[in-house]
């Protein structure tokens, strides 16, 4: 069983950046791929960014490739999503998830943290 506590969350400029942490607690984190997903009010959850359990591989929705980085520290139970040139529709609930693998299936979750990007 793994808990998630994401943070970092606020309000930006369009244009700006901002950094993502979670935290992770109980066993085996290391063996989990991980990954963060968003949400906007009233549309569906959608993927964002994920990482295989030994960092070694990534894979990212087109809309943030080349933005955003996802990176992980097992030695720190963290994951972490680095984004840059936010834009308004990055503006979302996001959440860090674990998995069996980086294609999924995610089956914990976080609570989430919100990220508001102005015009």
């Known amino acids: 069983q793994v808990q998630l506590v994401e943070s970092g969350g606020g309000l930006v400029q369009a244009g700006g950046s901002l950094s993502l942490s979670c935290a992770a607690s109980?066993?085996?984190?290391?063996?989990?791929?991980m990954g963060w997903f968003r949400q906007a009010p009233g549309k569906e959850r959608e993927f964002v960014a994920a990482i295989t359990w030994s960092g070694g591989s990534t894979r990212y929705a087109d809309s943030v490739k080349g933005r955003f980085t996802i990176s992980r520290d097992n030695a720190k139970n963290s994951v972490y999503l680095q984004m840059n040139s936010l834009k308004p529709e990055d503006t979302a609930a996001y959440y860090c998830a674990a998995g069996r693998a980086i294609m999924g299936p995610f089956v914990y979750w976080g609570q989430g943290t919100q990220v508001t990007v102005s015009s």
């Open positions: 109980g066993r085996t984190f290391s063996s989990y791929a």
